[in-house]
């Protein structure tokens, strides 16, 4: 495998079909495209692979991932509230003496 600084060329398209998808990223066994692809691209496909590979069983897995956008409002809505109840928590406990005697207290 080529160190992350040097380009790896990929192979030269053999012409038996073409494409406008973008290859955004080759991850271990994964390619990141740009645009789903339709039912007759990826039958092209993988039928090229199981002639290249002469495995018939060869077959293309489609995971489709959202882009992260930001954090949810009732999420952050959420985080305020328990901002709030952790401020009102230690506010109450600045003035807290414990009723009990602990075992570093001497007993009166």
Do not use: C
């Not at 495209?33 to 039928?47: F, S, T, Y």
Request: proline share 6%.
């Amino acid at each position: 495998m080529a160190p992350s600084s040097q380009s790896v060329e990929p192979p030269q398209n053999p012409g038996r079909f073409t494409s406008d998808r973008k290859v955004l990223a080759n991850i271990h066994d994964a390619v990141v495209i740009d645009k789903r692809l339709g039912a007759e691209l990826k039958a092209k496909i993988e039928l090229l692979m199981q002639e290249e590979t002469g495995n018939p069983y060869w077959r293309l897995g489609q995971t489709q991932y959202e882009r992260f956008n930001s954090t949810p409002k009732e999420v952050l809505d959420e985080e305020q509230l328990h901002r709030q109840r952790m401020a009102q928590l230690e506010a109450k406990a600045q003035g807290y003496e414990p009723k009990f005697a602990t075992v570093d207290d001497k007993v009166v």
